[in-house]
Structure formats: C-alpha cells, structure tokens
C-alpha cells in the first residue's frame, strides 16, 4: 500500500511540477495577519473570537495551532482564508491584503492559491468522489488532465477504488480522506486544515500526516488547528502555537 501511495506521489509531483520547481526554501512570507479581531455577539456580550492575532508565515512553514474547542481556532483559518471578513486588522496572502481587493479576486485567490480542508468533511452528497475533488477546478482556467491528477490523489489518501462512490456509501473517515484529497486538486500553494486526523484511525491519520510532511517538504505551506499535541512531531520542522480565548501565542516547539 505505501509503495502505491509514493508511486502516485511522484506522478502528481510531475503533475504540479511547475509550481514545485519555482519553489526555493527561502524567507518570503507568504501570509500575514496584522492585529486581526473577529467578535461576535453572543446573548448580552461580545465573544472574542479572535482578538489582536499577529502572525507572519513563510513559504514552506509547518503551522500547528493548538487550542481547546471554542478557543477561535476555526474562526482564525476563516479569516486567514478570506471566508469571513474581520472586525479590524488585515490578512496579507502574498503581500495583498484580502479584504482590499475586489471579491471576484479574493475568489480567484482563494481558488488559486489555498486549500481547505474544513472540520466536517462537507462534500457534496449528490455528486461522487470523483466530481466532489473536482469541484475546486470548476472556477479555473485549464483542467487538463484533471481526471487522472484527482485519481493519483486518491490513491495517495488509500481511495483509489472509490472514484464513483456517493459520499453517503462511505464512512466518516473516508469522508474526510476525500475532503483531504480534494484540497490538493489546485496544487495549492498554501494548505488550512481544521483538524484535519479528527475522525481518522491511528493507521490512516499517520498516512495523511505522511502525506502532509511530503508535500511541506516540497514546498507546500501549511496551517493546521487541531487539539492533537503530538501532530507537531509527526513533521519535519513544524512551528507551534496556541490559542487561548482568542489569543493566538507561540510555543517553544
Ligand atoms: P474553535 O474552532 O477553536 O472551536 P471557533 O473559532 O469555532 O473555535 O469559535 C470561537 C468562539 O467564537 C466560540 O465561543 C464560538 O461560539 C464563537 N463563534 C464562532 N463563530 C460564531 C458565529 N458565526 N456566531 C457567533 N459566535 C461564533
Ligand atoms: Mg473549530
């Protein structure tokens, strides 16, 4: 099985090769969050979401966010990945602030450059797997070979046999295996992943972990909110931080 995962690696590495090959291990940011606040009001008060997050991320970097459930950590990747606009502060993805562009920019940003893997799977359930990983390129220029990248992902997630299937015939962790596959569709440059092992069995989540570390050793950077404190170590060099009320702090890793 893991031989299968590396030969599919190194054909989808020739498939996004272009953006591999500009990649060179340097200093350049490539996000950052300025003083972000996001509050919302709950009954009588206003929760502090995320309050005066400061962060600078090059490209390349392995980004752990450990925090409690409720401590804004989801919030934190939305307002990263320009889903939700914040209350005062910017996000710069590449030097351009995310919320001074027009939408269909931020839209085209957001296609070309980030993959998401949210907390619940959230495929579709009347398309199959095959069309739910695709489901990314729909707004993009040149989906070429589209077919037979998503088919090497899949392997790579241990799927390769469940391209037709309805993500009602599959479980919870298969589910999650498919919402991982369909963030690398874009060969994007930058991956946000909110818990992203949450539902998966101890074999399967060292898989993916695996998979992760391939891609970041390539180039790929990556921000990922979990509650697994042992998540940092499975990388090659991973920073970590964590979030307290809203407060986002660095750790010594
Ligand atoms: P985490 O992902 O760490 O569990 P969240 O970012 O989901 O935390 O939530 C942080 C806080 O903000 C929580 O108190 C949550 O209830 C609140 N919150 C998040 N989104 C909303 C929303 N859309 N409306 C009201 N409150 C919200
Ligand atoms: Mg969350």
């Known amino acids: 099985m893991q031989e299968i995962y590396l ?86 993805i590449d030097g351009v602030e995310n919320w001074q562009q027009s939408d269909r920019a931020l839209s085209t940003m957001r296609n070309s450059k980030i993959g998401f893997i949210f907390q619940f799977a959230s495929l579709i359930p009347t398309l199959s797997v095959m069309e739910n990983i695709l489901l990314p390129l729909s707004f993009s220029q040149n989906p070429a070979g589209s077919r037979d990248l998503a088919l090497d992902i899949l392997a790579q997630v241990g799927l390769a046999d469940k391209a037709k299937a309805f993500p009602s015939q599959l479980s919870g962790g298969q589910q ?54 042992d998540l940092a170590a499975t990388q090659k060099s991973a920073r970590v931080f964590s979030m307290r009320q809203g407060v986002l702090s660095s750790q010594a890793a």
């Open 176 to 229: 999650r295996r498919v919402a991982i596959a369909r963030s690398f569709i874009n060969c994007p440059d930058i991956i946000l992943a909110d818990e992203p092992t949450g539902d998966l069995d101890e074999e399967t989540e060292k898989d993916i972990l695996g998979l992760f570390r391939r891609y970041n050793e390539q180039g790929t950077t990556f921000v990922v909110v979990t509650h697994n404190s």
């Open 7 to 92: 030969r599919a690696f190194f054909d989808f590495s020739t498939s996004c090769h272009d953006r591999i090959l500009n990649f060179t291990m340097g200093k350049t940011v490539i996000i950052e969050c300025k003083d972000l606040t996001k509050t919302y009001p709950v009954e009588t008060t206003m929760v502090h979401a995320v309050n005066t997050a400061n962060l600078s991320v090059n490209k390349g970097d392995f980004l752990v966010i450990l925090g409690h459930s409720g401590s804004g950590k989801t919030t934190l990747l939305s307002l990263i990945g320009g889903l939700t606009s914040p209350d005062s502060g910017q996000v710069y």
